[in-house]
Protein backbone atom coordinates (compact mmCIF):
# COMPACT_ATOMS: atom_id res chain seq x y z
CA UNK A 1 0.00 0.00 0.00
CA UNK A 2 2.89 2.41 0.92
CA UNK A 3 5.14 2.87 -1.67
CA UNK A 4 9.02 4.09 -0.73
CA UNK A 5 11.91 4.57 -3.00
CA UNK A 6 15.36 3.55 -1.30
CA UNK A 7 18.67 3.06 -2.70
CA UNK A 8 20.09 -0.41 -2.26
CA UNK A 9 22.95 0.68 0.17
CA UNK A 10 20.12 1.70 2.70
CA UNK A 11 18.64 -1.60 2.26
CA UNK A 12 22.05 -3.52 2.74
CA UNK A 13 20.80 -6.54 5.39
CA UNK A 14 23.59 -6.24 7.17
CA UNK A 15 23.18 -2.51 8.25
CA UNK A 16 19.52 -2.66 9.15
CA UNK A 17 19.73 -4.35 12.72
CA UNK A 18 22.43 -2.26 13.88
CA UNK A 19 20.35 1.04 12.60
CA UNK A 20 16.91 -0.15 13.49
CA UNK A 21 16.87 -2.94 15.84
CA UNK A 22 19.79 -1.83 18.43
CA UNK A 23 18.39 -3.24 21.56
CA UNK A 24 16.97 -6.34 19.65
CA UNK A 25 19.94 -7.81 17.76
CA UNK A 26 18.09 -10.15 15.51
CA UNK A 27 18.78 -10.67 11.76
CA UNK A 28 16.74 -13.06 10.22
CA UNK A 29 16.21 -14.66 6.81
CA UNK A 30 15.31 -13.78 3.07
CA UNK A 31 16.11 -11.16 0.77
CA UNK A 32 16.98 -8.33 3.55
CA UNK A 33 16.05 -9.37 6.98
CA UNK A 34 12.63 -7.13 6.15
CA UNK A 35 10.09 -9.71 5.33
CA UNK A 36 10.56 -13.07 6.18
CA UNK A 37 7.40 -13.66 4.06
CA UNK A 38 9.62 -14.29 1.27
CA UNK A 39 12.06 -17.11 3.42
CA UNK A 40 9.35 -19.23 3.06
CA UNK A 41 11.85 -21.96 0.95
CA UNK A 42 11.63 -25.46 2.69
CA UNK A 43 14.90 -26.68 2.91
CA UNK A 44 15.65 -30.64 2.12
CA UNK A 45 16.13 -31.23 5.70
CA UNK A 46 13.86 -34.34 6.61
CA UNK A 47 14.48 -34.88 10.46
CA UNK A 48 12.69 -32.41 12.46
CA UNK A 49 13.54 -31.65 16.02
CA UNK A 50 10.42 -33.46 18.26
CA UNK A 51 7.64 -31.05 19.07
CA UNK A 52 7.84 -30.59 22.68
CA UNK A 53 4.54 -31.74 24.35
CA UNK A 54 3.83 -28.63 26.37
CA UNK A 55 5.24 -25.36 26.63
CA UNK A 56 4.29 -22.02 29.47
CA UNK A 57 4.14 -19.86 26.00
CA UNK A 58 3.88 -20.75 22.31
CA UNK A 59 4.43 -18.01 20.42
CA UNK A 60 3.50 -18.01 16.43
CA UNK A 61 5.75 -16.80 14.12
CA UNK A 62 9.31 -16.28 13.49
CA UNK A 63 8.98 -12.85 11.99
CA UNK A 64 10.71 -9.64 13.79
CA UNK A 65 7.93 -9.27 15.82
CA UNK A 66 7.91 -13.13 17.34
CA UNK A 67 11.63 -13.26 17.96
CA UNK A 68 11.23 -9.97 19.37
CA UNK A 69 8.56 -10.95 21.99
CA UNK A 70 10.77 -14.62 22.57
CA UNK A 71 13.69 -12.62 22.97
CA UNK A 72 12.40 -9.95 25.61
CA UNK A 73 10.54 -12.55 27.81
CA UNK A 74 13.99 -14.63 27.71
CA UNK A 75 15.32 -11.20 28.80
CA UNK A 76 12.24 -11.22 31.93
CA UNK A 77 13.34 -14.65 33.17
CA UNK A 78 10.51 -16.98 31.31
CA UNK A 79 12.18 -20.01 30.33
CA UNK A 80 9.60 -22.21 29.05
CA UNK A 81 9.17 -20.56 25.77
CA UNK A 82 8.66 -22.42 22.66
CA UNK A 83 8.39 -20.05 19.16
CA UNK A 84 6.57 -22.21 16.29
CA UNK A 85 7.22 -20.80 12.79
CA UNK A 86 5.90 -22.60 9.71
CA UNK A 87 9.04 -21.64 7.04
CA UNK A 88 12.38 -21.10 7.70
CA UNK A 89 15.00 -18.62 10.35
CA UNK A 90 18.08 -17.88 9.29
CA UNK A 91 20.88 -18.85 11.52
CA UNK A 92 23.26 -16.48 11.56
CA UNK A 93 21.49 -13.68 14.38
CA UNK A 94 22.96 -12.13 16.81
CA UNK A 95 20.88 -14.08 19.19
CA UNK A 96 19.72 -16.87 17.31
CA UNK A 97 22.43 -19.65 16.88
CA UNK A 98 21.20 -23.58 15.44
CA UNK A 99 21.94 -26.55 14.90
CA UNK A 100 23.32 -27.91 11.93
CA UNK A 101 19.77 -29.34 10.53
CA UNK A 102 18.64 -25.41 10.62
CA UNK A 103 15.15 -26.60 12.39
CA UNK A 104 15.96 -25.67 15.90
CA UNK A 105 17.20 -22.45 17.66
CA UNK A 106 17.86 -21.33 20.91
CA UNK A 107 17.03 -17.67 21.88
CA UNK A 108 19.59 -16.90 24.57
CA UNK A 109 19.33 -13.94 27.05
CA UNK A 110 21.10 -14.15 30.40
CA UNK A 111 21.53 -17.65 30.04
CA UNK A 112 17.89 -18.60 29.57
CA UNK A 113 16.63 -20.39 26.69
CA UNK A 114 13.89 -20.34 24.25
CA UNK A 115 13.37 -23.03 21.64
CA UNK A 116 12.62 -22.19 17.61
CA UNK A 117 10.76 -24.68 15.99
CA UNK A 118 11.01 -24.47 12.10
CA UNK A 119 8.57 -25.86 9.69
CA UNK A 120 5.81 -26.35 12.17
CA UNK A 121 2.34 -24.96 11.18
CA UNK A 122 -0.19 -24.07 13.70
CA UNK A 123 -3.60 -24.65 12.89
CA UNK A 124 -5.23 -23.59 15.67
CA UNK A 125 -5.67 -22.36 19.13
CA UNK A 126 -7.33 -24.80 22.28
CA UNK A 127 -9.06 -23.07 24.69
CA UNK A 128 -11.20 -24.50 27.13
CA UNK A 129 -13.55 -22.07 29.85
CA UNK A 130 -11.93 -19.31 27.94
CA UNK A 131 -8.79 -20.18 28.73
CA UNK A 132 -5.70 -21.10 25.80
CA UNK A 133 -4.92 -24.41 26.81
CA UNK A 134 -2.86 -25.73 24.07
CA UNK A 135 -2.00 -25.07 20.10
CA UNK A 136 -2.63 -28.23 17.17
CA UNK A 137 0.25 -28.23 15.07
CA UNK A 138 0.45 -29.95 11.89
CA UNK A 139 3.75 -31.88 13.84
CA UNK A 140 1.28 -32.42 17.04
CA UNK A 141 -0.40 -30.60 20.07
CA UNK A 142 1.53 -28.32 22.41
CA UNK A 143 0.13 -27.77 25.69
CA UNK A 144 0.57 -24.22 26.90
CA UNK A 145 -0.63 -21.02 29.41
CA UNK A 146 0.34 -18.89 27.13
CA UNK A 147 -0.56 -18.03 23.32
CA UNK A 148 1.08 -15.26 21.61
CA UNK A 149 -0.14 -14.56 17.42
CA UNK A 150 3.04 -12.91 16.05
CA UNK A 151 1.69 -14.21 12.77
CA UNK A 152 2.25 -11.27 10.35
CA UNK A 153 -0.12 -11.31 8.02
CA UNK A 154 -1.90 -14.47 8.39
CA UNK A 155 -3.03 -13.81 12.35
CA UNK A 156 -6.07 -12.93 10.86
CA UNK A 157 -6.87 -16.25 9.66
CA UNK A 158 -4.87 -18.01 12.82
CA UNK A 159 -7.41 -16.28 14.78
CA UNK A 160 -10.58 -16.92 12.79
CA UNK A 161 -9.37 -20.70 12.65
CA UNK A 162 -9.75 -21.38 16.53
CA UNK A 163 -11.85 -23.24 17.91
CA UNK A 164 -13.23 -19.39 19.89
CA UNK A 165 -12.75 -17.26 17.16
CA UNK A 166 -10.33 -14.40 17.76
CA UNK A 167 -10.88 -11.45 15.95
CA UNK A 168 -7.66 -9.80 14.90
CA UNK A 169 -8.59 -6.96 11.83
CA UNK A 170 -5.89 -6.80 9.45
CA UNK A 171 -5.98 -6.38 5.69
CA UNK A 172 -3.01 -7.75 3.96
CA UNK A 173 -1.99 -5.25 0.73
CA UNK A 174 0.71 -5.99 -1.87
CA UNK A 175 3.24 -3.28 -0.40
CA UNK A 176 5.93 -1.69 -2.99
CA UNK A 177 9.29 -0.26 -2.96
CA UNK A 178 11.82 0.69 -5.78
CA UNK A 179 15.24 -0.86 -5.25
CA UNK A 180 17.95 1.62 -7.02
CA UNK A 181 21.39 1.44 -7.65
CA UNK A 182 23.12 4.08 -5.19
CA UNK A 183 22.63 7.56 -6.38
CA UNK A 184 25.63 10.41 -6.35
CA UNK A 185 23.09 12.59 -4.64
CA UNK A 186 21.42 10.23 -1.93
CA UNK A 187 18.14 10.78 -0.97
CA UNK A 188 16.31 10.58 2.57
CA UNK A 189 16.65 6.77 3.25
CA UNK A 190 12.81 6.33 2.87
CA UNK A 191 10.41 8.82 1.34
CA UNK A 192 6.78 6.79 2.01
CA UNK A 193 3.58 7.62 -0.33
CA UNK A 194 0.46 5.76 -0.59
CA UNK A 195 -1.70 4.81 -3.37
CA UNK A 196 -4.87 6.44 -3.97
CA UNK A 197 -6.30 2.64 -4.81
CA UNK A 198 -4.15 -0.24 -2.93
CA UNK A 199 -4.07 -3.46 -4.12
CA UNK A 200 -5.61 -5.90 -1.56
CA UNK A 201 -4.86 -9.54 -0.87
CA UNK A 202 -5.82 -12.70 0.84
CA UNK A 203 -9.75 -10.93 1.03
CA UNK A 204 -10.91 -14.34 0.14
CA UNK A 205 -9.75 -17.96 1.12
CA UNK A 206 -6.64 -18.82 2.69
CA UNK A 207 -3.77 -16.63 2.74
CA UNK A 208 -1.78 -18.52 0.37
CA UNK A 209 1.98 -19.49 1.83
CA UNK A 210 3.54 -19.65 -0.90
CA UNK A 211 3.24 -16.26 -2.13
CA UNK A 212 6.87 -15.58 -2.05
CA UNK A 213 7.57 -13.12 -5.12
CA UNK A 214 4.86 -10.90 -5.95
CA UNK A 215 4.63 -9.41 -9.27
CA UNK A 216 6.28 -5.87 -10.52
CA UNK A 217 2.75 -3.96 -11.17
CA UNK A 218 4.57 -0.72 -12.91
CA UNK A 219 1.02 0.37 -13.96
CA UNK A 220 0.02 0.83 -10.92
CA UNK A 221 3.11 2.00 -8.88
CA UNK A 222 3.08 4.64 -12.31
CA UNK A 223 1.53 7.48 -10.22
CA UNK A 224 3.34 7.42 -7.28
CA UNK A 225 6.72 7.47 -9.57
CA UNK A 226 5.14 10.57 -11.11
CA UNK A 227 4.91 11.99 -8.07
CA UNK A 228 8.01 11.47 -6.88
CA UNK A 229 9.88 12.17 -10.33
CA UNK A 230 7.75 15.75 -9.69
CA UNK A 231 9.12 16.16 -6.65
CA UNK A 232 12.37 14.56 -6.69
CA UNK A 233 13.79 15.04 -10.24
CA UNK A 234 16.85 13.90 -9.75
CA UNK A 235 15.07 10.19 -8.97
CA UNK A 236 15.16 10.33 -13.08
CA UNK A 237 18.98 9.48 -13.27
CA UNK A 238 18.42 6.79 -11.20
CA UNK A 239 19.09 3.03 -12.38
CA UNK A 240 16.80 0.70 -11.12
CA UNK A 241 17.47 -2.41 -9.72
CA UNK A 242 13.96 -3.69 -8.92
CA UNK A 243 10.38 -2.71 -8.18
CA UNK A 244 9.85 -4.88 -5.23
CA UNK A 245 6.69 -6.29 -4.34
CA UNK A 246 5.52 -8.17 -0.40
CA UNK A 247 2.18 -8.18 1.58
CA UNK A 248 2.01 -6.54 4.34
CA UNK A 249 -0.83 -6.00 6.36
CA UNK A 250 -2.66 -2.80 7.83
CA UNK A 251 -5.12 -2.39 10.52
CA UNK A 252 -8.25 -0.20 10.53
CA UNK A 253 -6.65 3.30 12.24
CA UNK A 254 -3.06 2.24 11.35
CA UNK A 255 -1.89 1.28 14.93
CA UNK A 256 -0.48 -2.36 15.71
CA UNK A 257 -2.62 -4.80 17.51
CA UNK A 258 -1.40 -5.75 21.05
CA UNK A 259 -2.20 -7.52 24.30
CA UNK A 260 -4.49 -9.92 25.31
CA UNK A 261 -7.74 -10.53 23.50
CA UNK A 262 -10.91 -9.50 24.79
CA UNK A 263 -12.76 -12.98 24.55
CA UNK A 264 -9.84 -15.50 25.34
CA UNK A 265 -7.03 -15.06 28.31
CA UNK A 266 -3.84 -16.00 27.93
CA UNK A 267 -4.16 -15.75 24.21
CA UNK A 268 -1.90 -12.27 23.35
CA UNK A 269 -1.53 -10.71 19.89
CA UNK A 270 1.09 -8.47 18.43
CA UNK A 271 0.44 -8.31 14.99
CA UNK A 272 -0.53 -5.25 12.20
CA UNK A 273 2.93 -3.47 11.82
CA UNK A 274 1.46 -1.14 9.02
CA UNK A 275 5.02 -0.84 7.59
CA UNK A 276 6.54 -0.33 10.48
CA UNK A 277 7.34 -3.25 12.43
CA UNK A 278 11.42 -3.11 11.59
CA UNK A 279 11.16 0.10 13.59
CA UNK A 280 8.77 -0.75 15.99
CA UNK A 281 9.40 -4.75 16.55
CA UNK A 282 12.31 -4.39 19.52
CA UNK A 283 10.16 -1.91 22.09
CA UNK A 284 6.64 -3.36 20.82
CA UNK A 285 7.95 -6.89 21.46
CA UNK A 286 9.39 -5.62 24.96
CA UNK A 287 6.36 -4.10 26.20
CA UNK A 288 4.17 -7.38 25.49
CA UNK A 289 6.54 -9.41 27.21
CA UNK A 290 6.17 -6.32 30.13
CA UNK A 291 2.23 -6.71 29.50
CA UNK A 292 2.66 -10.98 29.91
CA UNK A 293 5.19 -10.57 33.00
CA UNK A 294 3.56 -7.92 35.06
CA UNK A 295 -0.29 -7.98 33.77
CA UNK A 296 0.68 -3.97 32.30
CA UNK A 297 3.69 -2.64 30.32
CA UNK A 298 5.90 -0.04 31.60
CA UNK A 299 4.74 2.35 28.93
CA UNK A 300 1.41 3.75 27.91
CA UNK A 301 0.42 1.45 24.79
CA UNK A 302 -3.33 2.14 25.58
CA UNK A 303 -4.21 3.55 21.70
CA UNK A 304 -2.42 0.21 20.85
CA UNK A 305 -4.30 -2.39 22.77
CA UNK A 306 -6.45 -5.17 20.71
CA UNK A 307 -9.77 -4.57 22.63
CA UNK A 308 -10.13 -1.14 21.01
CA UNK A 309 -12.02 -3.19 18.13
CA UNK A 310 -14.95 -5.43 18.12
CA UNK A 311 -15.44 -8.11 15.76
CA UNK A 312 -17.80 -6.01 13.48
CA UNK A 313 -14.57 -4.82 12.52
CA UNK A 314 -13.02 -7.56 11.45
CA UNK A 315 -15.47 -7.83 8.44
CA UNK A 316 -12.90 -8.60 5.32
CA UNK A 317 -15.65 -5.64 3.65
CA UNK A 318 -15.09 -2.97 6.55
CA UNK A 319 -11.28 -3.47 6.72
CA UNK A 320 -10.81 -2.90 3.00
CA UNK A 321 -12.91 0.20 3.16
CA UNK A 322 -11.93 1.75 6.53
CA UNK A 323 -8.18 1.28 5.57
CA UNK A 324 -8.10 2.99 2.45
CA UNK A 325 -9.91 5.76 3.76
CA UNK A 326 -7.20 5.66 7.02
CA UNK A 327 -4.68 6.40 4.46
CA UNK A 328 -7.01 8.97 2.31
CA UNK A 329 -7.11 11.58 4.66
CA UNK A 330 -7.71 14.15 1.67
CA UNK A 331 -11.35 14.43 2.69
CA UNK A 332 -11.13 14.87 5.83
CA UNK A 333 -9.18 18.49 4.62
CA UNK A 334 -10.82 18.92 1.28
CA UNK A 335 -14.84 17.62 1.52
CA UNK A 336 -16.85 16.67 4.36
CA UNK A 337 -15.85 13.76 7.16
CA UNK A 338 -18.17 12.49 9.19
CA UNK A 339 -16.70 10.95 12.88
CA UNK A 340 -18.44 8.17 14.63
CA UNK A 341 -18.41 9.74 18.50
CA UNK A 342 -20.78 6.92 19.49
CA UNK A 343 -18.20 5.32 21.92
CA UNK A 344 -19.14 8.52 24.26
CA UNK A 345 -21.75 7.68 26.87
CA UNK A 346 -22.06 3.76 26.81
CA UNK A 347 -22.53 3.19 30.47
CA UNK A 348 -24.65 3.88 33.22
CA UNK A 349 -24.23 3.10 36.56
CA UNK A 350 -26.84 3.25 39.03
CA UNK A 351 -27.73 1.74 42.49
CA UNK A 352 -30.19 1.59 45.30
CA UNK A 353 -27.99 3.13 47.95
CA UNK A 354 -24.70 5.11 47.52
CA UNK A 355 -22.33 2.17 45.88
CA UNK A 356 -22.78 3.83 42.45
CA UNK A 357 -20.98 7.40 43.90
CA UNK A 358 -18.53 5.26 46.74
CA UNK A 359 -17.23 3.29 43.31
CA UNK A 360 -16.80 6.19 41.23
CA UNK A 361 -14.98 8.05 44.12
CA UNK A 362 -12.59 4.80 44.56
CA UNK A 363 -12.03 4.89 40.58
CA UNK A 364 -12.32 8.10 39.47
CA UNK A 365 -9.41 11.18 40.46
CA UNK A 366 -12.02 13.62 40.28
CA UNK A 367 -14.60 14.51 42.86
CA UNK A 368 -17.75 13.05 41.58
CA UNK A 369 -20.16 14.13 44.70
CA UNK A 370 -21.63 17.16 42.64
CA UNK A 371 -25.53 18.36 42.52
CA UNK A 372 -27.21 16.29 39.87
CA UNK A 373 -26.87 17.46 36.80
CA UNK A 374 -23.14 18.78 36.63
CA UNK A 375 -20.60 16.94 34.69
CA UNK A 376 -16.99 16.45 36.06
CA UNK A 377 -14.17 16.02 33.81
CA UNK A 378 -11.77 13.18 35.34
CA UNK A 379 -9.09 10.64 35.38
CA UNK A 380 -9.85 6.70 35.64
CA UNK A 381 -7.12 5.25 37.44
CA UNK A 382 -5.82 1.98 37.66
CA UNK A 383 -4.72 0.13 40.55
CA UNK A 384 -1.28 1.32 40.45
CA UNK A 385 -2.58 5.09 40.43
CA UNK A 386 -1.75 5.60 36.78
CA UNK A 387 -4.07 6.78 34.10
CA UNK A 388 -6.47 5.04 32.32
CA UNK A 389 -9.00 7.00 30.69
CA UNK A 390 -9.90 10.45 30.36
CA UNK A 391 -13.85 11.33 30.33
CA UNK A 392 -16.60 13.03 31.66
CA UNK A 393 -18.98 12.27 34.18
CA UNK A 394 -22.74 13.06 34.44
CA UNK A 395 -24.87 12.95 36.92
CA UNK A 396 -28.27 12.27 35.86
CA UNK A 397 -29.70 11.87 39.56
CA UNK A 398 -28.57 11.12 42.95
CA UNK A 399 -27.47 7.58 42.46
CA UNK A 400 -27.27 7.42 38.37
CA UNK A 401 -24.55 8.21 36.70
CA UNK A 402 -23.62 8.30 32.97
CA UNK A 403 -19.21 8.33 32.39
CA UNK A 404 -18.35 8.44 28.90
CA UNK A 405 -15.72 6.41 27.35
CA UNK A 406 -12.64 7.69 25.62
C1 LIG B 1 8.05 -3.77 0.80
C2 LIG B 1 8.12 -3.55 2.27
C3 LIG B 1 8.85 -2.50 2.81
C4 LIG B 1 8.91 -2.29 4.18
N1 LIG B 1 9.65 -1.26 4.71
C5 LIG B 1 9.72 -1.08 6.02
C6 LIG B 1 10.51 -0.03 6.60
O1 LIG B 1 11.15 0.73 5.91
N2 LIG B 1 10.53 0.11 7.94
C7 LIG B 1 9.83 -0.70 8.74
O2 LIG B 1 9.86 -0.52 9.95
N3 LIG B 1 9.08 -1.70 8.24
C8 LIG B 1 9.00 -1.90 6.91
N4 LIG B 1 8.23 -2.89 6.38
C9 LIG B 1 7.35 -3.64 7.27
C10 LIG B 1 8.02 -4.79 7.97
O3 LIG B 1 8.79 -5.54 7.07
C11 LIG B 1 6.90 -5.65 8.56
O4 LIG B 1 6.02 -4.84 9.32
C12 LIG B 1 7.47 -6.71 9.46
O5 LIG B 1 8.39 -7.51 8.75
C13 LIG B 1 6.35 -7.58 9.99
O6 LIG B 1 6.94 -8.51 10.84
P1 LIG B 1 6.07 -9.65 11.53
O7 LIG B 1 7.00 -10.44 12.37
O8 LIG B 1 4.87 -9.04 12.16
O9 LIG B 1 5.49 -10.49 10.33
P2 LIG B 1 6.21 -11.53 9.37
O10 LIG B 1 7.55 -11.11 9.01
O11 LIG B 1 5.23 -11.78 8.27
O12 LIG B 1 6.32 -12.82 10.29
C14 LIG B 1 5.23 -13.61 10.60
C15 LIG B 1 5.72 -15.03 10.59
O13 LIG B 1 4.70 -15.87 11.07
C16 LIG B 1 4.78 -17.09 10.39
N5 LIG B 1 3.48 -17.73 10.50
C17 LIG B 1 2.28 -17.27 10.07
N6 LIG B 1 1.29 -18.11 10.35
C18 LIG B 1 1.86 -19.17 10.97
C19 LIG B 1 1.36 -20.37 11.50
N7 LIG B 1 0.05 -20.66 11.44
N8 LIG B 1 2.22 -21.22 12.10
C20 LIG B 1 3.55 -20.94 12.17
N9 LIG B 1 4.07 -19.81 11.67
C21 LIG B 1 3.26 -18.93 11.08
C22 LIG B 1 5.10 -16.68 8.96
O14 LIG B 1 5.67 -17.72 8.23
C23 LIG B 1 6.05 -15.52 9.18
O15 LIG B 1 7.40 -15.93 9.15
C24 LIG B 1 8.19 -3.14 5.02
C25 LIG B 1 7.44 -4.21 4.49
C26 LIG B 1 7.40 -4.41 3.13
C27 LIG B 1 6.61 -5.56 2.59
Redesign the pocket.
Known sequence: MCS?VRSSRAMAPALLPRL?LPQVGFRLAGRGI????LC?AVSGDSQLPPLPGQARVVI???????TSVAYHLAKLGWTDVVL????RLREDGFFVSGTKSGSLHFIEAFGNKTQILER???QQVVVEKGHVIAVETDRGSVECEYFVN?????AYE?GQASEVKVSIPLHGCE???LLTKPLQEPLPP?TPGFEKNPKPIFTEGRNQLEIQNMQEDWDHFEPMLSALLRRMPNLESAEIHQL?N???SFTPDMRCLMGETPGVSGYYVL?G?N???????GGAGKYLAEWMTYGYPTANVWPLEIKRFGSLQSSRTFLRHRVMEVMQVKCCKEAVCVIDMSSFTKFELTSTGEQALEFLQYLCANDLDVPVGHIVHTGMLNERGGYENDCSVVRLSKNRFEPSKQ
Open positions: CLWTSPLCGGGIVGLEQGTAICAGQWLHFYNVCPEAMSSGLAFA
